[in-house]
Antibody, heavy 120, light 107 residues
Framework: QVQLQESGPGLVKPAETLSLICTVS??????????WTWIRQPPGKGLEWIGY???????KYNPSFKSRVTLSVDTSKNQFSLKLRSLTSADTAVYYC????????????WGQGTRVAVSS | DIQMTQSPSSLSASVGDRVTITCRAS??????LAWYQQKPGKGPKLLLF???RLESGVPSRFSGSGSGTDYTLTITGLQPEDFGTYFC?????????FGQGSQVEVK
């Protein structure tokens, strides 16, 4: 069965860069049928779509993050990753990775999420 | 950005009740709408997409309807395991956006 698992630091300092990895099992990041997506949820707030990466390295970002975020895919490890730069406390959130179906971009599988706090 | 206004923010209902959650988009999203259920500590689970298409394995008591800007998730015959937070998601345009969520308590 398809599973996604986020990993990364639970605490990062302001102005630093957050690096998260999503490890995929039961599905391949190398196929053209899916977009590999990141979403976050700040405490007490709604879900926020960050963007997605594709098997060939193409990306699409939320303009709110575009200047600070880089998404990439590692087909050799069946993983995809997020880098978010210039962190502030507003980036404190639960970060989810998810698989979106090309065409109808529904998010059909999600990870359980990883909590990230930005604090000195 | 397309704003998704979801209501109610919370509700409490009894087993067997019919529950309705609505989502209104700030622009026509042409049925590019999904509904998810989330339980504490877990990632969201896809229930419906394309406004009314049931995801494989999801019980038929879940249904979706609507068009244009107004969409509805209905649970017909609420079950104890249906507790959780439900939210809508438009994937019509970038950036994709989500409703704020509706917390469902089963009495």
């Amino acid at each position: 069965q398809v599973q996604l698992q986020e990993s990364g630091p639970g605490l990062v300092k302001p102005a630093e860069t957050l690096s998260l990895i999503c490890t995929v099992s039961g599905s391949s990041v190398s196929v053209s049928q899916y977009y590999w997506t990141w979403i976050r949820q700040p405490p007490g707030k709604g879900l926020e779509w960050i963007g997605y990466t594709y098997y060939n390295g193409d990306t699409k970002y939320n303009p709110s993050f575009k200047s600070r975020v880089t998404l990439s895919v590692d087909t050799s490890k069946n993983q995809f990753s997020l880098k978010l730069r210039s962190l502030t406390s507003a980036d404190t959130a639960v970060y989810y990775c998810a698989r979106a179906v090309v065409g109808a971009k529904r998010l059909d599988y999600w990870g359980q999420g990883t909590r990230v706090a930005v604090s000195s | 950005d397309i704003q998704m206004t979801q209501s109610p923010s919370s509700l409490s209902a009894s087993v067997g009740d019919r529950v309705t959650i609505t989502c209104r988009a700030s622009h026509d999203i042409s049925d590019s709408l999904a509904w998810y259920q989330q339980k504490p500590g877990k990632g969201p689970k896809l229930l419906l997409f394309g406004a009314s298409r049931l995801e494989s394995g999801v019980p038929s008591r879940f249904s979706g309807s609507g068009s244009g800007t107004d969409y509805t998730l209905t649970i017909t015959g609420l079950q104890p395991e249906d507790f959780g937070t439900y939210f809508c998601h438009q994937y019509y345009s970038t950036p994709q956006t989500f409703g704020q969520g509706s917390q469902v308590e089963v009495k």
